[in-house]
């Protein structure tokens, strides 16, 4: 019998708006936005279509606009990811979170471990916006940015399970 690995972390969860926006993003420096979406980008209704999963199925895969590596995948995925403490006024009202059964979680690792414990020791974040200009870097660094009104740190999340 396999004896299941835990999981600890924390992230930049890539759910499928901030995939969506990815990939649209990779389609238009590379001028090959197919015509139906970019209607919807005109027309101001991409992100709805996003949320609603109604795009095209490639505007759902993280790993296709990341280079090999760069993404931790989980395969085999139990558990939940939450928003992080401290990265948005109101968890409740503000944040994200989603609650996995066997499946593949997706997303950015923080590059300095988190401090998710009180007695945990080691170098750390100073602070909440210090993780979240981490990411924003990273990802910028890979050609994505995000609209202002964008949630961005709602998707820094704690995450937790088995794989």
Known sequence: MK???KVLDCGFVMDKVATSICHLQRLQREGSVPPEVQKLVDNDEFMDWAKSYLLPGEFYDACAVFPTGALSVINGFTGEYTTAPGMVPNTEDDGIGGVYNN?????L??????KMFPWEAGETYTSAEELADEFRTRLASFGYTFPEDFNFNARICTIVGIC
């Open 109 to 114: 690792q923080a590059e300095k471990p988190v």
């Open 3 to 5: 004896v299941p690995n």
């Open 103 to 107: 499946a593949t979680l997706v997303y």
